[in-house]
């Protein structure tokens, strides 16, 4: 229940349930309960933009500590993960553009294959044990993190629908607030949560995806030394809500495609076939490349005890991109069921086909060199 590997294995459920649930005889209850009304919003988007910011905050967090003090504290140490996600990224969106660049509509969903899901693919690692170099799930782990910082960026960047200036200037002075408490030394938390829950309302109003806010508060929140640290404190106590409880229910509520009467050129259309080959191509691809590149110049060096054929192998697990590349398909094709079924269809094809072909490559290796 404390590693973050084993979210993975129930989120891997949570989307098996999902897809069991839209194909049974209670789908219109599924679908329509996703879509009942409370308190403005309806229920999935109460899901995707309340629930998820506080896995965004969960994920700041994370950045914030390995960047000051963990895997990602020096430049040796983010220069092997940070070339792989760079890899990692443009390669898959390279693949989705060549098939879909001609559309208008289909070339907003270029970033969904860029994205890695840490708990998912740590979930698969965790399936194959101690066979697999403690070496290499920190390397996975580090470039997830990157990844998901990549993810955050392109989503604060190039899915913002029409700003409200007004409510931008609310969540500046907001955020003037959080860097005060910081700057002052304050280290009880519940204040910094408070200003937090204003600044979601104020960027949910503004045009900025509003879980944005959870990555802008946990920047502000104070690191500090020891196991008391405010940063570690909040960090310990949402990882299992996050874990066993918003990122289950996000992919439970995400996952679900009916395939009933569903028309094949919707399964292999230009986004589906683009979001897949990215994720399960584009993704390994561009991952290897880089590592590979940045080791035999010297750039980097390799992890411990790893060879450059598991190093492949935990290249193909990076395809599997669930949760992030969901959330950024329902950012892109906002309003348009189609596309988002089409985009479920692909990530889970690229993310399924990623686990199965990396989890094979690591029991090969095993096996060779035992």
Same mark, same amino acid.
């Given at each position: 229940?404390?590693?973050?590997?084993?979210?993975?294995?129930?989120?891997?459920?949570?989307?098996?349930?999902?897809?069991?649930?839209?194909?049974?005889?209670?789908?219109?209850?599924?679908?329509?309960?996703?879509?009942?009304?409370?308190?403005?919003?309806?229920?999935? #988007?109460?899901?995707?933009?309340?629930?998820?910011?506080?896995?965004?905050?969960?994920?700041?967090?994370?950045?914030?500590?390995?960047?000051?003090?963990? &895997?990602?504290?020096?430049?040796? &140490?983010?220069?092997?993960?940070?070339?792989?996600?760079?890899?990692?990224?443009?390669?898959?969106?390279?693949?989705?553009?060549?098939?879909?660049?001609?559309?208008?509509?289909?070339?907003?969903?270029?970033?969904?294959?860029?994205?890695?899901?840490?708990?998912?693919?740590?979930?698969?690692?965790?399936?194959?044990?101690?066979?697999?170099?403690?070496?290499?799930?920190?390397?996975?782990?580090?470039?997830?993190?990157?990844?998901?910082?990549?993810?955050?960026?392109?989503?604060?960047?190039?899915?913002?629908?029409?700003?409200?200036?007004?409510?931008?200037?609310?969540?500046?002075?907001?955020?003037?607030?959080?860097?005060?408490?910081? %700057?002052?030394?304050?280290?009880?938390?519940?204040?910094?949560?408070?200003?937090?829950?204003?600044?979601?309302?104020?960027?949910?109003?503004?045009?900025?995806?509003?879980?944005?806010?959870?990555?802008?508060?946990?920047?502000?929140?104070?690191?500090?030394?020891?196991?008391?640290?405010?940063?570690?404190?909040?960090? #310990?106590?949402?990882?299992?809500?996050?874990?066993?409880?918003?990122?289950?229910?996000?992919?439970?509520?995400?996952?679900?495609?009916?395939?009933?009467?569903?028309?094949?050129?919707?399964?292999?259309?230009?986004?589906?076939?683009?979001?897949?080959?990215?994720?399960?191509?584009?993704?390994?691809? @561009?991952?290897?490349?880089?590592?590979?590149?940045?080791?035999?110049?010297?750039?980097?060096?390799?992890?411990?005890?790893?060879?450059?054929?598991?190093?492949?192998?935990?290249?193909?697990?990076? @395809?599997?991109?669930?949760?992030?590349?969901?959330?950024?398909?329902?950012?892109?094709?906002?309003?348009?069921?189609?596309?988002?079924?089409?985009?479920?269809?692909?990530?889970?094809?690229?993310?399924?086909?990623?686990?199965?072909?990396?989890?094979?490559?690591?029991? %090969?290796?095993?096996?060779?060199?035992?």
């Amino acid at each position: 229940m404390d590693s973050e590997a084993s979210g993975g294995i129930i989120l891997m459920i949570a989307a098996g349930l999902a897809l069991g649930v839209a194909n049974s005889p209670q789908s219109e209850v599924y679908f329509a309960s996703l879509q009942a009304s409370y308190l403005g919003l309806s229920i999935l #988007h109460w899901i995707n933009d309340g629930l998820m910011a506080v896995f965004f905050l969960l994920v700041g967090l994370e950045i914030k500590r390995e960047v000051l003090v963990g &895997q990602l504290s020096t430049w040796p &140490q983010r220069a092997l993960p940070g070339v792989g996600a760079l890899g990692g990224m443009a390669a898959p969106a390279l693949v989705y553009l060549a098939f879909n660049g001609a559309s208008p509509l289909a070339i907003r969903g270029w970033a969904i294959p860029t994205a890695t899901d840490i708990a998912f693919a740590l979930g698969v690692l965790a399936l194959l044990g101690s066979r697999v170099p403690a070496s290499l799930k920190v390397f996975l782990t580090a470039l997830a993190i990157m990844d998901d910082l990549g993810a955050v960026l392109i989503i604060a960047l190039f899915y913002t629908a029409q700003l409200s200036w007004l409510a931008l200037g609310l969540a500046a002075v907001l955020l003037g607030g959080l860097v005060f408490l910081n %700057r002052t030394g304050v280290r009880v938390l519940w204040p910094y949560l408070l200003l937090g829950a204003g600044l979601w309302v104020a960027m949910l109003q503004s045009g900025i995806h509003a879980t944005i806010a959870g990555v802008v508060l946990a920047m502000t929140i104070p690191m500090g030394e020891g196991e008391g640290a405010p940063l570690l404190r909040l960090e #310990h106590g949402l990882a299992k809500w996050v874990g066993y409880g918003v990122v289950p229910i996000f992919g439970f509520a995400n996952a679900g495609v009916s395939f009933s009467g569903l028309d094949p050129s919707v399964i292999f259309g230009g986004v589906p076939v683009g979001i897949s080959l990215g994720l399960f191509l584009g993704k390994q691809f @561009g991952v290897f490349a880089a590592i590979w590149c940045a080791i035999r110049f010297k750039l980097a060096v390799c992890p411990d005890g790893a060879s450059l054929s598991q190093l492949y192998g935990i290249a193909v697990l990076c @395809g599997i991109g669930f949760t992030m590349s969901l959330f950024i398909g329902a950012l892109a094709f906002a309003g348009h069921s189609d596309m988002t079924n089409a985009v479920k269809i692909g990530v889970l094809a690229g993310s399924g086909l990623s686990a199965i072909l990396g989890s094979a490559i690591l029991l %090969r290796c095993t096996r060779v060199s035992s």
